[in-house]
């Protein structure tokens, strides 16, 4: 007979490892609503994010850090934008000329 559950479970950083100062091993499972971490070496998300977890040694989970990068660089792109060079606005200028109004006759 086959057993029953025996799906993955997947194990605490910190079972082999020391998680910044906390000592390895020595895990306590915690069941809540939707999570199941180990109270000893990991936390819900510091930053509100439902459903994440994190090492307690770091700031955020990984959707926080993936939103920080992803706000850093619309923020560097946004500045290369707002600085204009001032040859390359010369050189549009004559290569791409505003067209003139027709003047209206009277």
């Known amino acids: 007979m086959g057993k029953s559950n025996t799906g993955t479970k997947h194990h605490c950083g910190g ?60 923020d560097r792109i946004a500045k290369e934008k707002a600085q204009v060079d001032p040859k390359q606005a010369e050189y549009d200028a004559f290569m791409h000329p505003k067209p003139e109004k027709k003047k209206r006759r009277d």
């Open 15 to 74: 079972r082999n490892r020391w998680i910044g100062d906390i000592s390895p091993g020595g895990c306590r499972q915690v069941y809540t609503d939707n999570l199941i971490y180990c109270a000893k070496h990991e936390m819900p998300c510091r930053n509100g994010c439902e459903e994440w977890i994190h090492l307690k040694n770091q700031d955020g989970c990984q959707a926080c850090k993936g939103n920080a990068l992803a706000q850093a660089k619309a």
